[in-house]
């Protein structure tokens, strides 16, 4: 196939673009390699897969309208990978309109380009901060998630909606995947693994919000992509026993799914902290503070969908992923963090 992947220098974006070249895929990447963290990470990442033959890389910003239309009209790709966005729930109150122009103005430059391309299947990134204030566990697709409490997960959200718009309005199928905490190589350097490997190298502390009361369904990337490319490999297709009168919201009348990847197993901040110190041999300062504006308590995935859809359910425990992630971190810095 000709895939499109979004985001392609982003952490989980690099990682199924490569997936897809090792098994034979022809990958167009696109990344507009914005400063939200180091571009030289995201450069690092890209040059993992330069030597592949069916690689090749755009820069181009969603937002580009015109430079969308040219890029569809010109690749006609066959299958669409959209992993680029703007990221993070705290961010997202600082500076909203990064995330309007990203997550709705570039998606939409994104829809019509897979609805004039002739795209046979799109499949996208959602999140699992959509179930917001929602407190039944574990959270299911087939859940109501009207209740956003970060303007990140209200964008994430929205694509949600115009995606099944545009699975009704043109038979475009579309395949929703809300990610449940991601973390492992070549991870993004906002996220609290990362930020954690860092200051307890330092020395310095760590902030541990509502007190390490969390919990995360903590998933590996490795396994995010394998959900990813067998949903990606899965055309969707209308749910025959959908009721109007009754309509769940994991499916639809309309080539439209929603599925979510997470771990199914929540762990406690703590222990997450505990593993990784046990990894570094080193134990943090922890500042504890309260609970953040925006962060939901706990996440807790309920995968039944995507097992029974597409025959997959993430497995890889905490404790491998962790220290895989403080592998990559050591070599990757290991000039940084000598002895």
Known sequence: MKVLVTGAAGFIGNHTAKYLLERGDEVVGMDNLNEYYDP???????????????????????????????????????RVVHLAAQAGVRYSLENPMAYVESNLVGHTNLLEG????????????????????????????HQNVDH?????????????????????LYQLPTTGLRFFTVYGPWGRPDMALFKFTKAILEGQPIDVFNY??????FTYVDDIVEGVVRCLDRTAEPNPDWDSD???????????????????????LMRYIEILEQKLGKTAEKNLLPLQPGDVPDTWADVEALATDVGYRPSTPVEEG????VDWYLSYYRNEHRG
Not at 148 to 168: R, V, W
Not at 251 to 260: D, E, H, K, Q, V
Not at 322 to 325: I, L, Y
């Open 40 to 78: 030289t990470l995201k450069r690092a990442r890209l040059s993992r897969l330069q030597n592949y033959s069916n690689w090749r890389f755009r820069k181009l910003d969603l937002c580009d309208r015109s430079g969308m239309q040219e890029l569809f009209k010109t690749e006609k790709f066959d």
């Open 114 to 141: 897979c609805r004039h391309g002739g795209v046979e299947h799109l499949v996208y990134a959602s999140t699992s901060s959509v179930y917001g204030a929602n407190t039944r566990m574990p959270f299911s697709v």
């Open 148 to 168: 956003p409490l970060s303007f990140y997960a209200a964008t994430k959200k929205a694509n949600e909606l115009m995606c099944h718009t545009y699975a009704a």
């Open 212 to 217: 390490g009361n969390h919990k995360r369904d």
């Open 246 to 268: 009754a309509p769940d919201p994991g499916t639809s009348f309309a080539p439209y799914r929603l599925y979510n990847i997470g771990n199914q197993g929540p762990v406690e």
């Open 322 to 325: 962790v220290s895989r992630f």
